[in-house]
């Protein structure tokens, strides 16, 4: 009689010679594994408490302006430069990643109301209200400016074309220049109020948008040097942002203490309203995916949503920063930037609890089952009371009751008037059109 016996091969389920770790052979039948949801529940529930003590997305300030900074700019090609204005007239180039100035000078004579970086990226352009615009070359031996640009009136904001050396300023009108040229080679003006930004549009490249005093949101189109449509909003708009995957569409930063997205082909009604703020937005800012953006407030604090969601993700404050005049992502859309009044530019993670630096295979297998984890129980009670709990500054927080309060009261006040008129005298307005006052082609 034969016997034949079972022999394996030690490499069979040994992972390495040098260690003792063994591999897991699981049979996925779920016959077999009864408490497998009771199981996942709780490592979802663990994985959302560690993501919540994890979350550290401060990295560090880049502390050298003796006043606010203002503006900031991305260098089109290299992660680690930034460029930065501030309130007493000095730029700065920025390495992130030594966290230190590169170079420095006095360029305006008062503050430095935009910055922004030539397609090549090897020139910034900078523009103050002592009405210049000088384009600057830091890796010249000399700290003098390219060439200097004269205006009728203080520049406010300053754009660069994506492809072409032509660049738009904004003040009390429209300017569109080329490099090479020291006069503007365009004039465009609808009204009579100070523009306080403009933004070329980077896939629509001949399209500019522009916000005012007087409430306005401008479309223009250089091949026409006409404005395209008006929106008149019931508060000032201070700063806009194109979205870069979805080319006709933007978001303002209002006054209101809300974003709207707009599409520019249909304004007469937002297609998102993004609430949580309780100061005036002073910037935004569009991830590179387009999927994500950045607000900065006059409240103090930093707050990411998704695009089509209308609260915060999250929100980033410190004990030290001040009003936040400028926010930028960064190009791999990995890290956030903020310009405050303290003088400070700080650099912060998009995702809080993220581990910087290299992963090795099991730990990113471990983050992906944890997120996949986190996302399959996310409307559980507990998960999501867990994940969206934040500690935020008490004063924030006593705005935000108060907010909540006067909306309440106001909502309440209109069902009244409503109950006690003719039927149809006062209409519902969505929430998405109760911010617009008019438009107009």
């Known amino acids: 009689m034969k016997v034949k016996v079972l022999s394996r091969s030690v490499e069979e389920y040994t992972r390495d010679r040098s260690t003792d770790l063994h591999k897991v052979k699981r049979n996925f039948n779920p016959a077999l594994h009864p408490f497998e949801k009771a199981r996942e529940y709780t490592r979802a529930l663990n994985a959302v408490k560690l993501e919540r003590l994890f ?24 992660l680690s430069t930034v460029l930065s204005g501030s309130g007493d007239g000095e730029i700065r180039l920025w390495d992130l990643s030594a966290r230190e100035t590169r170079w420095k000078i006095n360029a305006h004579k008062g503050i430095v109301k935009g910055v922004c970086c030539s397609p090549r990226g090897d020139s910034y352009l900078s523009c103050g209200i002592d009405k210049t615009v000088k384009l600057w070359k830091p ?24 492809s072409e050396t032509i660049f738009a300023t904004s003040g009390s009108q429209i300017d569109v220049w080329r490099e090479e040229r020291s006069d503007p080679i365009k004039t465009i003006k609808w009204g009579e109020d100070t523009i306080n930004t403009v933004k070329f549009n980077q896939t629509e490249v001949n399209v500019l948008a522009s916000c005012g005093t007087d409430r306005s949101i401008i479309m223009y189109d250089l091949r026409t040097s006409s404005p395209l449509a008006k929106l008149v909003l019931q508060l000032k708009t201070n700063a806009i942002a ?91 859309a990995k890290f956030l930037l903020s310009g405050s009044d303290d003088g400070n530019v700080r650099l912060w993670k998009v995702h809080a609890s993220e581990k ?16 996949k984890l986190k996302a399959r129980f996310k409307n559980l009670p507990e998960v999501r009371r867990i994940s969206r709990h934040r500690n935020i500054p008490t004063e924030i927080k006593n705005a935000q009751k108060k907010k909540q309060i006067m909306l309440d ?33």
């Open 55 to 78: 979350a550290k997305p401060f990295i560090g300030a880049l502390s050298g302006h003796a006043d606010g900074v203002y503006c900031l700019a991305k260098h089109p090609h290299k």
């Open 139 to 162: 890796n010249e031996s000399y700290d003098e400016p390219i060439n200097t640009y004269l205006g009728k009136y203080a520049f406010n904001a300053i754009d660069h074309h994506r």
């Open 242 to 332: 194109w979205n870069p995957m979805e080319a006709f569409n933007f978001a303002a930063a209002n006054e209101d203490q809300n974003c709207y997205i707009y599409d520019m082909r249909k304004m007469n009604i937002a297609m998102n309203v993004l609430k949580d703020h309780v100061g005036a937005l002073l910037d935004v800012d569009f991830s590179p995916t387009g999927e994500e953006l950045v607000t900065g407030s006059y409240d103090r604090t930093l707050r990411i949503f998704r695009a089509r969601e209308g609260r915060s993700r999250d929100v980033y404050h410190t004990k030290r920063m001040q009003r936040i005049f400028c926010v930028k992502y960064s190009m791999d």
């Open 356 to 371: 910087l630096g290299a992963k090795d295979y099991r730990e990113r297998a471990f983050l992906e089952y944890s997120e």
């Open 409 to 441: 009261a106001q909502k309440r006040k209109e069902e009244n008037v409503r109950k006690h008129s003719k039927k149809g005298a006062v209409p519902y307005v969505p929430e998405r059109k109760k911010n617009i006052v008019g438009i107009t082609k």
